[in-house]
């Protein structure tokens, strides 16, 4: 590291392991611990640390809690926003096995956010499902998804096992999906989500935002998901 350099040390060394990441080191490849870090660059814990912490927030890298830092896959983890309202979908299309775990299910009144983002009158009755997507059995993403009981009134738990929703949609209530628009932020995992992703509590997640419309332009989901930021990476693509 260039102590003259105006470039604070640890985005310094922040570019070196980069540099290393791309130019061959493997996915899942484990790095050196912080004291052989700190010994082999001349550098502090802290900066270390602080190095670390910038290349999880890019997603460069990963922890285990016990058995230490890795190195992330940025070749599989690319999802184009434009089409990747289907996590099934989506991870096929990564050669990933996509599992879907049902943490709750329930019928609820529509407080007037989500009544706000239904298009529905508040007090009407929303189906909530809290569902954990797994990949290749590793945890991915936390959806909490709320549809307007009036559209899918009796749709079951058990069938939601059997089938993905989107194809709940079209096959059993003859929904058409239009479109979804989806937003999305970065944050820091809450200790209920941190428990269910197998992250450290405050570890960097993307929240993401969904409303899908059948072609009534009628809003049949908002989903708000917790993506793991260590598993995730979005493309954009403009046409004109």
Do not use: C, W
């Not at 502090?44 to 890019?58: D, G, I, P």
């Not at 922890?63 to 089409?83: E, P």
């Not at 009036?150 to 089938?163: M, P, S």
Request: proline share 3%.
């Amino acid at each position: 590291m260039d102590n003259s350099k105006k470039q604070p040390l640890y985005d310094q060394l922040v570019s070196v392991i980069i540099k290393k990441i791309e130019d061959g080191l493997e996915a899942d490849t484990l790095l050196p611990s912080e004291r052989e870090m700190s010994e082999q660059y001349d550098l502090s814990r802290t900066t270390v640390r602080q190095a670390l912490q910038e290349l999880e927030k890019l997603g460069y890298i990963y922890r285990r809690h016990g058995k230490g830092t890795f190195v992330a896959d940025l070749s599989k983890q690319t999802m184009n926003l434009a089409g990747a309202y289907s996590f099934t979908d989506q991870m096929k299309s990564l050669g990933k096995m996509p599992e879907t775990t049902i943490l709750s299910f329930e019928i609820v009144e529509a407080k007037k956010y989500f009544a706000d983002n239904l298009d529905l009158t508040e007090g009407e009755s929303l189906i909530k499902i809290k569902r954990l997507r797994l990949a290749d059995g590793e945890p991915m993403m936390v959806e909490r998804s709320y549809l307007p009981q009036k559209y899918f009134g009796d749709l079951t738990e058990e069938l939601l096992q059997q089938k993905p929703l989107y194809e709940i949609f079209s096959e059993e209530y003859h929904q058409v999906i239009k479109l979804a628009e989806e937003e999305f932020y970065a944050s820091v995992a809450i200790f209920s989500d941190a428990e269910q992703l197998a992250i450290q509590e405050s570890a960097p997640v993307l929240n993401l935002i969904r409303r899908t419309y059948n072609e009534k332009n009628e809003v049949i989901e908002f989903t708000l998901s917790v993506a793991r930021a260590d598993q995730f990476r979005y493309k954009i693509i403009h046409t004109r």
